[in-house]
């Protein structure tokens, strides 16, 4: 599996941003996709994550709310659309595939990783 992630920007406070993943190779409508982040000076942290095969999702507490993923099957794509950003929201984000529908925050249980896409939040 290949994943391509796409968005980056620089946005205002308060302000949108949208973040694709784009999937490549095996077929993986039954496994779990997510998004982690990590900024400057610290360590990879889960954002939110969905089943492919089902929709169900998971975010973690610091964006529910404020960010949603969604999937296209069809079109092997998993979206992050961030909403009311805080400068607490800069950092690179990637996205994941884990070979199981179950949902894990644990960067480790996942198994294919995007290249990451920056997203800088000015305050």
């Known amino acids: 599996v290949q994943l391509q992630a796409s968005g980056e920007g620089l946005v205002q406070a308060g302000g949108s941003l949208r973040l694709s993943c784009a999937a490549s190779?095996?077929?993986?409508?039954?496994?779990?996709m997510a998004w982690f982040r990590q900024a400057p000076g610290k360590e990879r942290e889960f954002v939110a994550s969905i089943r492919l095969s089902g929709g169900s999702t998971y975010y973690a507490d610091s964006v529910k709310g404020r960010f949603t993923i969604t999937r296209d099957n069809a079109k092997s794509m998993v979206y992050l659309q961030m909403n009311s950003l805080n400068s607490e929201d800069t950092a690179v984000y990637y996205c994941?595939?884990?070979?199981?529908?179950?949902?894990?925050?644990?960067?480790?249980?996942?198994?294919?990783w995007g290249q990451g896409t920056l997203v800088t939040v000015s305050s």
């Open positions: 190779g095996r077929t993986f409508s039954h496994y779990a």
């Open positions: 994941a595939v884990r070979t199981s529908a179950v949902f894990t925050v644990h960067a480790s249980m996942y198994s294919y």
